[in-house]
């Protein structure tokens, strides 16, 4: 498996890429895709129920579960229900979108909750409140005096430290009151709580199996019976 020592995490993004790498490479490496189709009714929709998994074992085993305009999911990631605008199919080339999907998580374990990561905290504070130099490397901005570059300075050691979102809350309250956040950014409270936000590792492979499943679907010329 590919340590994060090798994959820089920095960005929200970055973050969701390395997860996905790792779905694709590792969780779901010797996956199977299993379809079946239940006919509903005069005014009921068919159901459609795909299982990926590897034989023999239930590790990692995801059941997405197409109905209407809905994914139920289930499996060894945790559940979740994503409810869509359209019908809903395996082989829709949507599920390609990443973020766009997760905006349609409407239930899960967690709901919508995003994790916390450190790493990406630290740098997103650092592209906010720094400038770019000459060399095109990130300064302090020319008019901060010692008490800007010391609240700066608390909270990248409290990015850096922090176990989780309670512990960065925290963290920013406790500078905010030493220094006042305000000398750093008037509105740091519009994105600075939220600054190592990261979407769910389980998410994302839950949403890279769906893409997964839609790109061998496709590839075989699977469609829906009508």
Not at 23 to 44: C, L, M, Q
Not at 71 to 92: E, H, I, K
Not at 126 to 131: A, D, F, H, I, Y
Not at 160 to 177: K, N, P
């Amino acid at each position: 498996m590919i340590q994060k020592e090798d994959w820089p995490v920095k960005t929200p993004v970055e973050h969701a890429e390395y997860y996905q790498h790792v779905a694709r490479t590792e969780w779901f490496k010797d996956h199977i895709v299993s379809v079946r189709t239940y006919n509903g009714g005069p005014d009921v929709s068919k159901i459609v129920v795909v299982d990926f998994r590897r034989p023999n074992t239930c590790t990692y085993a995801v059941r997405y579960v197409f109905d209407g305009n809905k994914v139920y999911v289930s499996g060894d990631l945790g559940d979740a229900v994503f409810n869509c605008t359209w019908r809903v199919s395996p082989v829709d080339k949507t599920w390609n979108s990443l973020w766009y999907i997760f905006e349609k998580l409407s239930a899960s374990e967690s709901g919508r909750e995003m994790d916390f990561n450190s790493d990406v905290c630290v740098e997103t504070v650092r592209q906010t409140l720094l400038e770019s130099g000459e060399n095109g490397d990130l300064v302090y901005p020319e008019d901060w005096g010692n008490d800007e570059i010391s609240a700066y300075t608390a909270l990248i050691s409290g990015a850096q430290e922090a176990a989780g979102a309670d512990h960065w809350t925290q963290t920013i309250r406790e500078v905010d009151d030493e220094y006042g956040l305000d000398r750093l950014d008037s509105d740091y409270w519009e994105w600075l709580y939220g600054a190592g936000n990261v979407m769910p590792p389980r998410i994302v492979g839950i949403i890279t199996g769906l893409q997964i499943v839609s790109e061998r679907l496709r590839k075989i010329g699977w469609r829906e019976e009508t």
